[in-house]
């Protein structure tokens, strides 16, 4: 992506990133969400625990949130564009690499690889729409967020396809080839277990997951719109997402058919689909834009952490106590935390 000046165009060649960055999230959220797809045929081909196997594979996400603590400052010394492209080949080659594997330890070498490009791709992507974005930044944001949900919609399903025609080699190496398709967006700049447990098949499955990218897409395009005219705070849109997320999150254990999983599906997309382009926001409404590729950096290195501890945890309770319930009510318990301290920044808000 091109670099620009201090002054922020609100158009013109910002279009373009939009497109990118846009591009960019549809393989670095997808591509993470759909190696969900892959970890019943991984316990299975690799005679291995559930929550080693999750553990395993949370690797690519875990390693796409730390790389922020390194993307950032890279894209200071040496500009946002080569370290786009070195993260596009990375992830990419990971990925590819990752379908010769014969043992876990050189699937989660593999795996860390790609979630290390795709961490590197982020970063560049989100600081250049800070830079092209001003007074419509929150609606900029929010559609290049929205290529998350577009990846979580197309890739899941995809993948399964990919695993069923191909096996899960053919599927991985796929995947890699498509996902150096970031190399060129730097130039211009889960299959639901869950669902599979309780009796869905794995293709329904897939589609309970795209629904969730469909009312992701749909949060991420039009939530900049009611911030940037005002009709909510970008606080107060992330405190009523965080509250439907932990609700939905808590009511799971409930959800036993096939449409109330879509319906938790739907509502939990369109929270997540407010929640992660509204935390940059607020981030840069709190940072300013200086710093804000650190900040970016900083907070994606401790979600990293956060979900490589989930991962690890909510396999370890599958194993043993035989199902999701008590993983989900102890992500939504997390959930309730975040609720409350937003709840508190609100009122300390109210009072400046």
Request: with cysteine; net charge neutral; charged share 10%.
């Amino acid at each position: 992506m091109e670099e620009c000046s201090n002054s922020a165009p609100d158009g013109g060649w910002g279009w373009f990133v939009i497109l990118a960055a846009h591009s960019t999230l549809i393989f670095r959220e997808g591509i993470a969400k759909c190696l969900g797809v892959f970890l019943q045929t991984f316990q299975t081909y690799f005679h291995t625990t559930t929550s080693l196997i999750g553990w395993v594979s949370s690797f690519c996400i875990t390693a796409a949130d730390l790389t922020g603590l390194v993307s950032g400052p890279l894209c200071q010394k040496f500009g946002c564009r080569p370290v786009a492209m070195v993260g596009g080949l990375f992830a990419g080659l990971g990925l590819c690499g990752a379908s010769y594997v014969n043992d876990v330890i050189t699937l989660c070498l593999c795996l860390t690889l790609s979630g290390f490009g795709l961490g590197l791709a982020l970063t560049p992507s989100l600081t250049m729409i800070s830079r092209y974005f001003s007074k419509r930044y929150s609606l900029a944001n929010g559609l290049a967020y929205s290529g998350s949900g577009v990846g979580i919609l197309i890739l899941a399903p995809v993948s399964q396809i990919f695993l069923d025609t191909y096996g899960w080699r053919g599927a991985l190496l796929l995947l890699g080839g498509l996902c150096l398709n970031i190399y060129l967006h730097g130039v211009a700049y889960i299959s639901n277990p869950n669902a599979i447990q309780r009796g869905v098949s794995p293709i329904d499955a897939t589609l309970i997951a795209s629904a969730a990218g469909v009312s992701n897409i749909i949060a991420r395009a039009c939530h900049g719109i009611v911030i940037d005219w005002k009709f909510l705070t970008a606080l107060q849109m992330l405190t009523l997402s965080c509250i439907l997320a932990s609700a939905t999150l808590l009511l799971d254990p409930l959800m036993q058919t096939y449409t109330l999983l879509l319906v938790g599906s739907l509502s939990y997309g369109l929270a997540g689909g407010i929640i992660f382009p509204v935390c940059v926001v607020r981030m840069k409404e709190v940072v300013g834009l200086d710093i804000l590729a650190n900040a970016l950096g900083w907070s994606y290195g401790f979600a990293g952490i956060g979900r490589m501890l989930a991962a690890f945890l909510t396999g370890w309770l599958f194993d043993v106590f035989g199902n999701y319930n008590i993983s989900f009510i102890l992500l939504g318990a997390v959930q309730v935390i975040a609720v409350l301290l937003l709840c508190l920044d609100c009122c300390l808000d109210m009072r400046r």
